[in-house]
């Protein structure tokens, strides 16, 4: 299987297909005990896991957020890698997630949809190749799904990524990927294009 740059791929299957510790393989929160993961055609069991979490980004179902200030989790990911970031790169980052002027704000004071939003920057200040999506619209109301849902689209569209996310949604699968893959008890059913997929007999 192969995904490209530009292209969000939706996976969906029943609860316990995988789905999740298939996202969990792709950037080595476990380890797989066969097959190859190759990123830009290269073994990703040769970057370090560091360098490999930076390079494949990964947004949760919930949003675990640092306590403390927006600004303090959106820079954390470059501040461990010893790069600082300016107040106004940090605010770039929350204009495009659509939170401008927050950054001094507390992530306890922040509503479900928002804390998606600054996880999505947090992930993006890493400025990484590849987006992986655990049902990030999954805990949020119909208004803040579509909003992130076009948040996703734009950015994928303006970066060039390639974005894998998880939903049980297939109304979003098809709003959202150009192709689609089933799971089914930990194994690849079948893939193809989004709409050939979902309403295969």
């Known amino acids: 299987m192969q995904a490209l740059a530009g292209e969000i791929l939706a996976i969906v299957g029943p609860s316990g297909a995988?789905?999740?510790s298939f996202l969990r393989l792709l950037n080595r929160l476990d380890?797989?005990?066969?097959?190859t993961v190759?990123?830009?055609?290269?073994?990703y069991r040769?970057?370090?896991p560091p360098e490999l979490r930076r390079r494949v980004g990964m947004v949760m179902q919930t949003a675990y957020l640092f306590p403390g200030t927006i600004a303090a989790n959106i820079a954390f990911g470059p501040h461990q890698r010893g790069k600082m970031l300016a107040?106004?790169?940090?605010?770039?980052?929350l204009e495009r997630v659509g939170?401008?002027?927050?950054?001094?704000?507390d992530v306890s004071n922040l509503s479900g949809g928002e804390a998606q939003r600054v996880a999505l920057a947090r992930t993006l200040a890493n400025e990484p190749e590849v987006l992986l999506l655990d049902e990030p619209t999954s805990a949020l109301d119909e208004a803040s799904v579509r909003?992130?849902?076009e948040l996703i689209l734009g950015i994928v569209r303006e970066r060039r990524m390639t974005c894998l996310i998880i939903t049980h949604n297939r109304a979003q699968a098809e709003r959202l990927a150009g192709r689609t893959m089933v799971m089914q008890a930990g194994r690849l059913a079948r893939i193809g294009a989004?709409?050939?997929v979902l309403h295969a007999g």
């Open 194 to 196: 989004t709409e050939q």
């Open 38 to 43: 190759l990123l830009e055609s290269q073994d």
């Open 31 to 35: 380890e797989p005990t066969s097959g």
């Open 87 to 93: 107040p106004a790169q940090i605010e770039g980052l």
């Open 147 to 149: 909003d992130i849902e």
């Open 99 to 105: 939170l401008p002027g927050l950054a001094d704000r």
């Open 46 to 48: 040769s970057i370090t």
């Open 18 to 20: 995988g789905k999740s």
